[in-house]
């Protein structure tokens, strides 16, 4: 369903990995404790687990809490390098984060086998 999600306004990764076993509640404490931030200000906020191959997307609409997940079959999500607590991505750099090529380097083309 296109759409079902807004774009947020930001997007934060968070630099250190966390507990994929964390939940709305778990991720919105680290949120707010250890990044600083709102978890219901309309940032969109990303962790990824310590392995790397699994992403968890923690944003709020204005309505309600979305808790999506992401977990490549192949290789892993590029990190941040970042000595901050999070990092602000652009939507840019978060489409490519998601398809697991580094987001680092936007001007290159991404792998011809891999799909977002």
Do not use: Y
């Not at 191959?53 to 941040?80: E, T």
């Amino acid at each position: 369903m296109p759409g079902l999600i807004e774009s947020p306004g930001q997007i934060w990764l968070a630099v250190a990995p966390v507990d994929m076993r964390r939940g709305l509640d778990g991720l919105s404490a680290i949120v707010q404790q250890s990044l600083g931030h709102s978890p219901c200000a309309g940032s969109a906020f990303i962790f990824r687990n310590r392995a790397g191959n699994r992403l968890r997307l923690l944003l709020w609409d204005g309505n309600g809490a979305w808790l999506c997940q992401r977990r490549l079959h192949r290789g892993s999500f590029v990190g941040p390098k970042a000595t901050d607590t999070c990092f602000s991505m652009t939507q840019d750099q978060w489409q490519w984060l998601i398809t697991g090529e580094d987001w680092q380097r936007l001007s290159a083309e991404p792998h011809a086998d891999r799909q977002v």
